[in-house]
Protein backbone atom coordinates (compact mmCIF):
# COMPACT_ATOMS: atom_id res chain seq x y z
CA UNK A 1 0.00 0.00 0.00
CA UNK A 2 1.38 3.60 -0.67
CA UNK A 3 -0.64 6.92 0.32
CA UNK A 4 0.19 9.74 -1.58
CA UNK A 5 0.26 13.75 -0.14
CA UNK A 6 0.03 16.39 -2.90
CA UNK A 7 1.08 19.99 -1.95
CA UNK A 8 1.39 23.08 -3.72
CA UNK A 9 -1.13 24.37 -5.53
CA UNK A 10 -2.86 27.56 -5.49
CA UNK A 11 -4.06 30.67 -7.96
CA UNK A 12 -1.70 32.15 -10.26
CA UNK A 13 -1.84 34.54 -13.28
CA UNK A 14 -0.86 33.18 -16.65
CA UNK A 15 2.63 33.15 -17.17
CA UNK A 16 3.86 32.46 -13.82
CA UNK A 17 5.05 29.32 -12.42
CA UNK A 18 4.30 27.04 -9.50
CA UNK A 19 5.86 23.39 -8.18
CA UNK A 20 3.76 20.54 -6.82
CA UNK A 21 4.98 18.03 -4.80
CA UNK A 22 3.80 14.55 -3.84
CA UNK A 23 5.43 12.51 -0.96
CA UNK A 24 5.22 8.97 -1.65
CA UNK A 25 4.73 6.80 1.94
CA UNK A 26 5.06 2.90 1.59
CA UNK A 27 5.45 -0.27 4.40
CA UNK A 28 8.54 -1.80 2.01
CA UNK A 29 9.91 2.49 1.61
CA UNK A 30 9.67 0.65 -2.43
CA UNK A 31 10.37 2.88 -5.32
CA UNK A 32 7.93 3.53 -7.80
CA UNK A 33 7.02 5.23 -11.06
CA UNK A 34 5.57 8.52 -9.93
CA UNK A 35 3.39 10.81 -12.48
CA UNK A 36 0.92 13.63 -12.16
CA UNK A 37 -2.11 13.79 -13.87
CA UNK A 38 -4.65 16.38 -13.97
CA UNK A 39 -8.77 16.90 -14.50
CA UNK A 40 -10.49 20.34 -15.58
CA UNK A 41 -14.12 20.60 -14.94
CA UNK A 42 -16.22 19.12 -17.24
CA UNK A 43 -13.12 17.09 -18.77
CA UNK A 44 -11.84 13.99 -18.80
CA UNK A 45 -8.53 12.66 -16.71
CA UNK A 46 -6.05 13.43 -18.64
CA UNK A 47 -1.73 12.28 -18.42
CA UNK A 48 0.67 14.97 -17.47
CA UNK A 49 4.14 13.90 -16.68
CA UNK A 50 5.97 10.55 -15.37
CA UNK A 51 9.17 9.53 -14.66
CA UNK A 52 10.78 6.22 -13.72
CA UNK A 53 12.42 4.68 -10.45
CA UNK A 54 15.90 6.71 -11.08
CA UNK A 55 14.84 9.43 -12.32
CA UNK A 56 16.36 8.88 -15.89
CA UNK A 57 13.39 8.27 -18.22
CA UNK A 58 10.86 11.10 -18.18
CA UNK A 59 7.57 11.22 -19.98
CA UNK A 60 5.30 14.33 -20.66
CA UNK A 61 2.09 14.80 -22.49
CA UNK A 62 2.15 17.19 -25.63
CA UNK A 63 0.69 20.25 -23.90
CA UNK A 64 2.76 20.78 -21.15
CA UNK A 65 6.63 19.43 -22.99
CA UNK A 66 8.80 22.05 -22.49
CA UNK A 67 6.63 24.19 -19.95
CA UNK A 68 6.49 21.35 -17.27
CA UNK A 69 9.40 19.60 -15.51
CA UNK A 70 9.03 16.48 -13.22
CA UNK A 71 11.82 15.46 -10.87
CA UNK A 72 11.70 13.12 -7.79
CA UNK A 73 14.32 12.76 -4.76
CA UNK A 74 14.25 9.46 -3.42
CA UNK A 75 15.76 10.30 -0.43
CA UNK A 76 12.49 12.34 0.44
CA UNK A 77 10.10 9.91 -1.20
CA UNK A 78 9.11 12.68 -3.33
CA UNK A 79 7.89 13.17 -6.67
CA UNK A 80 7.62 17.27 -8.00
CA UNK A 81 6.41 19.30 -11.36
CA UNK A 82 7.87 22.32 -11.78
CA UNK A 83 5.20 24.09 -13.76
CA UNK A 84 6.47 27.42 -16.20
CA UNK A 85 4.54 29.85 -18.38
CA UNK A 86 1.14 28.39 -17.05
CA UNK A 87 -1.70 28.91 -19.20
CA UNK A 88 -5.44 29.58 -18.07
CA UNK A 89 -6.09 25.73 -19.93
CA UNK A 90 -3.41 24.34 -17.04
CA UNK A 91 -6.42 24.98 -14.60
CA UNK A 92 -7.28 21.50 -13.38
CA UNK A 93 -7.09 19.46 -9.92
CA UNK A 94 -3.56 17.90 -10.36
CA UNK A 95 -3.28 14.01 -9.03
CA UNK A 96 -0.33 12.07 -8.27
CA UNK A 97 0.03 8.77 -8.69
CA UNK A 98 2.48 6.02 -7.94
CA UNK A 99 3.16 2.50 -10.10
CA UNK A 100 5.00 -0.20 -10.41
CA UNK A 101 5.21 -0.74 -14.44
CA UNK A 102 6.51 2.38 -16.77
CA UNK A 103 4.96 1.05 -19.80
CA UNK A 104 1.39 2.11 -18.10
CA UNK A 105 2.35 5.55 -17.26
CA UNK A 106 0.09 7.37 -19.81
CA UNK A 107 -2.80 4.67 -18.95
CA UNK A 108 -5.55 5.99 -16.43
CA UNK A 109 -5.48 2.84 -14.55
CA UNK A 110 -2.74 3.04 -11.69
CA UNK A 111 -2.94 1.42 -8.13
CA UNK A 112 -2.44 4.65 -6.54
CA UNK A 113 -3.58 7.90 -6.51
CA UNK A 114 -3.20 10.95 -3.98
CA UNK A 115 -6.49 13.21 -3.32
CA UNK A 116 -5.21 16.13 -5.72
CA UNK A 117 -4.11 19.41 -5.47
CA UNK A 118 -6.15 22.72 -7.05
CA UNK A 119 -4.02 24.97 -9.69
CA UNK A 120 -6.04 27.88 -10.66
CA UNK A 121 -4.81 30.37 -13.71
CA UNK A 122 -6.37 33.35 -14.09
CA UNK A 123 -5.99 35.29 -17.72
Known amino acids: QVQLVESGGGLVQAGESLRLSCVAS????????MGWFRQAPGKEREFVAG????????NYSDSVEGRFTISRSNAQNTAYLEMNSLKPEDTALYYC????????????????WGQGTQVTVSS
Open 26 to 33: SRNNGLYI
Open 51 to 58: IDWSGGRT
Open 97 to 112: IADNAWNNIRNQWHPY
